[in-house]
């Protein structure tokens, strides 16, 4: 059986994305504690434990969508569209807990939270609606986290 090196470089990819934006988010964390946080702002363990699933479910949803796609142009598309969505990704954490920008962290989700739907929308035409599922749960959670960062800027201007 040949080795599928996709088995192997998505997950390491996704893995890589996940722990540099917990390097950036973790080390500025007491600058977190310190703001006010609205009411319905969920504790960091809980928190951390929502992204980690959202990442298993992403990386999954990057395989079944790679291992089912025959078309080489829509793989390098698709693929191309799921690393600017990490990069965003990463890109948020830097921004919200790197740069203190809460304003500019609210117009990052959102762009985020686009390509979270153009990727559900794009997979799901591609009659890939496993892996277009798999990544409700992540624009559920950006959405959510949306509201909160706009009621942590309100709360915090």
């Known amino acids: 059986m040949k080795f599928k090196w996709n088995y192997a ?18 080390g500025n ?25 959202i990442f298993i479910l992403s990386a999954i949803s990057i395989l079944l969508f790679w291992n089912k796609e025959k078309n080489k142009k829509v793989k390098k598309n698709l693929a191309e569209l799921f ?19 809460i304003g500019w962290s ?22 890939k609606q496993a892996a277009s599922i798999l990544l409700w749960p992540y624009f559920a959670w950006v959405s959510f986290a949306t509201y909160l960062a706009y009621s942590v800027w309100l709360l915090n201007r």
């Open 9 to 26: 470089v998505i997950p390491l990819s996704v893995i890589a994305i996940s722990v540099a934006g917990s390097l950036v988010t973790g």
């Open 83 to 101: 690393l600017l969505n990490g990069l965003l990704n990463l890109l948020w954490s830097i921004v919200f807990f790197g740069l203190h920008l």
């Open 106 to 127: 609210i117009v990052e989700m959102l762009a985020l939270n686009i390509t979270n739907l153009v990727l559900i929308v794009w997979l799901w035409r591609r009659k």
């Open 29 to 53: 964390m007491n600058w977190y504690r310190a703001l006010n946080l609205p009411p319905i702002a969920p504790p960091g363990a809980f928190i951390g434990a929502v992204w980690t699933v």
